[in-house]
């Protein structure tokens, strides 16, 4: 079984954490590198809200939206 952990860079103390639960369980994974809504360049946030204008998302909420969408 596949299984992925989408973690931003900045987050080791989490990613480690499921690390140690993962292992745990005896599941290996693999890190998909999250999206940073910190580093979400405006032409970037407007071009996920473009189709749907009156749905309003923050930074991370685009950010996590386009991190699984990669997953």
């Known amino acids: 079984m596949l299984v992925l952990v989408v973690n931003l860079d900045r987050h080791k103390l989490r990613l480690e954490r499921m690390n140690a639960q993962l292992a ?11 999206v940073d809504g910190d580093n ?5 946030a407007a071009a996920i809200l473009s189709p749907a204008p009156l749905i309003n998302l ?14």
């Open 58 to 71: 923050s930074r991370p909420e685009i950010a996590c939206l386009l991190s699984h969408r990669a997953a």
């Open 40 to 44: 979400l360049s405006d032409a970037d």
């Open 24 to 34: 745990a369980c005896g599941l290996s994974f693999e890190r998909m590198r999250a």
